[in-house]
């Protein structure tokens, strides 16, 4: 008995010691749990989560509008003339039998993105960034666009926007922005590689911030916010040059509020997106403009830019 608990005394100072250690690494592992960088995502944007968010970030009435027989083109509700279409895609590629109907509205078919763009093109639109749209909307007068002006964008940085949407867009001499969070570009196999982005940007494709890790931003306190804004900007502007990216921002999902609008404000942005179907409140709003979510249906398309 006597050897037993002498024993045991020997153990003691060495679990002292450990629990010591850990006592002294507590804070450091409470507070990498705690920032931003807890979050790191494992994988690219899925559609699936996609559309869980975005769920999230809109109204009833304006999911009725997206789910409802409102696919159709009848009761889109279609942008005064003389105000310029946002168009919002994310990947370009055939639709397969596994794309749900939700997941459907964030995939665009190749062929479909060209008659798209061929009919732009035969209408005599021009595509013009989303900067020099708001910079008109603030003084027409002494920022005048075409009469006819169309504003492309991308989210994410699907691969498929290079592989598929890029030649289109060179064929039909579009130009667009590509909203990229960077913790998705030269990671994932879904993702852009930034070469083939600097390819990109030398004919008339630029870049903007879709936040670091694409976070749903109205769960997040202000500073991870901040951050997520902050630090995408800065890897966007490091690896494509300041005059590739524009001061603009999409809210992932679309999730934004008052609070977060304000922000980008202060923060210095000309302006930022969301992604809607022409249904948003504050549709003229710089800081969340309407912009129309583009799926594989022509009619929707037909419907913004008939004569
Ligand atoms: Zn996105």
Same mark, same amino acid.
Do not use: C, M
């Given at each position: 008995m006597r050897a037993k608990s002498k024993d045991e005394a020997k153990l003691n100072p060495f679990a002292k010691a450990l629990l010591l250690g850990v006592l002294f690494f507590l804070p450091f592992l409470i507070s990498n749990i705690l @920032?931003?960088?807890? &979050?790191? %995502? =494992?994988n690219a944007v899925s559609l699936e989560e996609e559309v869980e968010f975005f769920e999230k970030a809109l109204n009833a009435e304006e999911l009725t509008q997206l789910y409802?027989?409102?696919? *159709?083109? *009848?009761k889109v509700k279609v942008l005064p003339k003389n105000k310029v279409v946002i168009l919002g895609y994310h990947q370009i590629r055939e639709i397969e039998s596994i794309d749900g109907p939700k997941t459907r509205l964030f995939i665009t078919s190749p062929k479909i993105f060209e008659k798209e763009m061929k009919l732009l093109k035969d209408k005599g639109y021009t595509s013009i960034s989303l900067v020099e749209y708001i910079n008109h909307l603030k003084n027409e007068k002494e920022n005048p666009i075409p009469e006819k002006s169309v504003v492309i964008t991308f989210d994410d940085g699907y691969v498929t926007q290079y592989t598929e949407a890029f030649p289109i867009l060179k064929k039909y001499g579009m130009r667009a922005t590509l909203f990229l969070y960077m913790d998705c570009i030269d990671k994932y196999p879904a993702c852009l590689s930034s070469l083939q982005i600097k390819e990109m940007l030398d004919s008339g494709i630029t870049v903007a911030n879709h936040t670091l890790r694409h @976070? &749903?931003?109205?769960?997040?306190r202000e500073s991870i916010i901040k951050k997520e804004i902050l630090d995408n900007q800065n890897l966007l502007e490091k690896t494509f040059g300041k005059e590739n990216v524009e001061k603009v921002l999409a809210y992932p999902y679309g999730g934004q509020n008052e609070k977060i609008k304000f922000l980008v404000q202060n923060l210095g942005y000309s302006g930022a997106v969301g992604i809607t %179907?022409?249904?948003? =409140? *504050?549709?003229?709003n710089i800081f969340n403009l309407d912009r129309y979510l583009m799926g594989d249906k022509i009619e929707l398309f037909e419907e913004l830019f008939k004569d």
């Open positions: @920032t931003a960088d807890y &979050f790191e %995502r =494992k409802g027989k409102n696919i *159709d083109s *009848d @976070t &749903f931003l109205p769960e997040q %179907r022409g249904t948003g =409140k *504050d549709a003229y």
